[in-house]
Nanobody
Framework: QVQLVESGGGLVQAGGSLRLSCAVS????????MAWFRQAPGKEREFVAT????????YYADSVKGRFTISGDYAKNTVYLQMNSLKPEDTAVYYC?????????????????WGQGTQVTVSS
């Protein structure tokens, strides 16, 4: 049984930073990558960032490139999302996920495991 548990969300002012954590328990498939998604009210869930378990391949959505950094302490089965220069439009529920990489993204329909989500609210 694989479980992904996010933490670290909260309320922050625009321009501020937050770091999200995702604790992974259980064994995922060896060809899975770890990823972060987000879903704002009234919008579809969207891809944010992904990284292979070895940490050698990383991709970001254009909207967060240069501001967010995905990383992992894979010996501890923990994945992070460092979010800097936050904007009000980054407000969303952020989800940790494990799935299959297709090109430079992880499509929602290729996700095998989801976390429960953590709320990030950026005030202007």
């Amino acid at each position: 049984q694989v479980q992904l548990v996010e933490s670290g969300g909260g309320l922050v002012q625009a321009g501020g930073s937050l770091r999200l954590s995702c604790a992974v328990s259980g064994r995922t498939y060896s060809n899975n990558v770890m990823a972060w998604f987000r879903q704002a009210p009234g919008k579809e869930r969207e891809f944010v960032a992904t990284q292979t378990w070895r940490g050698d391949i990383t991709y970001y959505a254009d909207s967060v490139k240069g501001r967010f950094t995905i990383s992992g302490d894979y010996a501890k089965n923990t994945v992070y999302l460092q979010m800097n220069s936050l904007k009000p439009e980054d407000t969303a529920v952020y989800y940790c996920a494990a799935g299959l990489l297709v090109g430079k993204v992880v499509p929602v329909d290729r996700i095998r495991y989801w976390g429960q989500g953590t709320q990030v609210t950026v005030s202007s």
